[in-house]
């Protein structure tokens, strides 16, 4: 056999090997004729090897334009795929020789090397089938599952779809809101009513003379009645109006309407508490956070 | 010219039976090594011997005690430009004839964030030397294994084990895409 290699010293020197389990006679025969055989094409290798090296040039890459090394590289595989297209041609088939005991021992090796190949292709084969099977159950599960969530889905819409329309839900949640407020602000109303009353009747306002007599002055200034003093309902409605209506700026600031003896009041009570800096501002204890 | 001594052809030596031998070319610490061992582990029918070089050309002192060379795998890394320069360079020094399926060029750290050169540049230096582009990481095992396996075919091929199947053979059923 001439293949496009340049040796090919390696199909029979296997065979040899086979046979140095039996020796016999004609197995001697045979072997040296293989082995004669052998020789004679190690003998054209080396031939063909001198030829190659007398007209050989060693071309590097680098010869032709260094932009280019493909060109090179390309040309050179036309003319080898020439080459080999022609030896292909040419070459004959490789025939074993007529020794029956070579064409056995060939035929059985073939033989092993075939059935080893068949035996590991099988066990591929069926690794691959169960891992098929193992993929097809799940996909037959999930597929099962889907299907279930589907049908719930399904359900759930034609149960939505059944109700009434969404619009009337909105309207009746505004009435009830609007009926939570108008109540609250009822209660509300009551409430504010019963403190004022509570207050006015247990906090008065303290006369101009008790006024007076607490402030520390010798002469009672005239301008002193020009303000007067708050019942404690109003000092109570603007602190609470403070702590409602601006929650970042809840101080009020004492005045002197602002009877002291109400504000230590409010004050012993926990009802109300000072600005940490300044002892005039005061603030309600926000009493709903 | 003194470069044709330098140059590497791959008939310059009669074939040893039985045997192959495979030559790595890359710069330091891209993995030749690694890869080497990883290839000899596969238990083959022949005898293997690869041999390393970190750049051509390769020493004058053993040149008559070198077997033929079957199959030149060049290695560089992704992230190591000196290795990529080390390929280029060596790559000129090589006869055209190892061109033809008896050369591939093997390209780690791809994946890795650190990468100094293009996936386009590697492309074009492979086209342009019509190479064979093989992608693996040496440093990972698994990677190792099949990147070992893919060069190992392709020296047997390129050493003439296969019976009727040449590299060239194989190299003309190689897609290439032109750009």
């Known amino acids: ?20 389990e039996n020796p016999d006679s004609e197995t001697a025969e045979s072997i040296s004729t293989l082995k004669a055989a052998c020789e004679k094409t190690w003998a054209d290798v080396k031939q063909t090897q001198e030829q190659l090296r007398q007209c050989q040039q060693p071309q590097s890459t680098a010869h032709f334009s260094e932009q280019q090394p493909l060109l090179a590289i390309l040309r050179e595989k036309e003319r080898r795929l020439r080459a080999e297209i022609q030896v292909a041609k040419e070459s004959r088939a490789h025939t074993l020789p007529n020794d029956t005991e070579v064409v056995a021992a060939a035929l059985n090796g ?80 009551t409430v504010m009513k019963k403190m004022a009353a509570f207050v006015g009747k247990h906090f008065p306002v303290p006369e101009q003379a008790q006024a007076s007599r607490s402030s520390k002055e010798l002469r009672p200034r005239r301008h002193q009645t020009s303000q007067e003093t708050l019942p404690l309902k109003d000092i109570l409605l603007e602190l609470m109006t403070k702590c409602v209506e601006s929650p970042n700026d809840p101080y009020m600031a004492l005045d002197e309407r602002h009877w002291p003896a109400y504000v230590e009041l409010l004050l012993r009570c926990n009802i109300v508490l000072q600005h940490p800096d300044d002892d005039r501002r005061i603030k309600l204890v926000p009493f709903h956070l | 010219m003194a470069s044709d001594d330098r140059t590497l052809t791959p008939y310059n030596v009669l074939p040893n039976r039985q045997e192959a031998s495979l030559l790595v070319v890359g710069a330091e610490g891209v993995g030749k090594h690694d890869l080497s061992l990883a290839v000899l582990k596969i238990p083959v029918q022949f005898s293997l011997q690869i041999r390393t070089a970190s750049s051509l050309p390769l020493p004058t002192e053993n040149a008559d005690l070198r077997p033929r060379i079957d199959f030149i795998c060049f290695i560089m890394s992704m992230t190591d430009r000196e290795s990529i320069q080390v390929v280029e360079k060596s790559l000129s020094l090589v006869d055209v004839k190892y061109f033809l399926g008896r050369a591939c060029l093997v390209v780690t750290g791809v994946h890795s964030h650190k990468k100094m050169t293009d996936l386009d540049q590697v492309t074009a230096l492979a086209d342009s030397f019509n190479l064979p582009l093989v992608f693996g990481e040496v440093k990972s095992e698994k990677e190792r294994d099949q990147l070992a396996r893919r060069i190992l075919t392709m020296t047997e091929v390129a ?15 190689r897609l290439v895409t032109t750009s």
């Open chain 1, 1 to 20: 056999m001439t293949s496009s290699r340049e040796g090919d010293g390696t199909d029979q020197p296997g065979e040899v090997t086979e046979f140095t």
């Open chain 2, 159 to 173: 050493a003439g084990f296969k019976n009727h199947v040449s590299p060239l053979l194989v190299e003309s059923t």
């Open chain 1, 110 to 189: 073939e033989l092993q090397k075939k059935v080893s190949q068949l035996r590991e292709t099988k066990s591929l084969i069926t690794a691959q089938l169960q891992e098929l099977q193992a993929s097809i159950e799940k996909e037959k599960q999930f597929e099962q599952q889907l299907k279930a969530v589907h049908d719930k889905l399904q359900e759930k819409c034609q149960a939505l779809e059944a109700q009434e329309p969404a619009e009337d839900a909105l309207e009746a949640v505004a009435q009830e809101l609007e009926t939570k407020i108008n109540a609250a602000q009822k209660t509300e109303q």
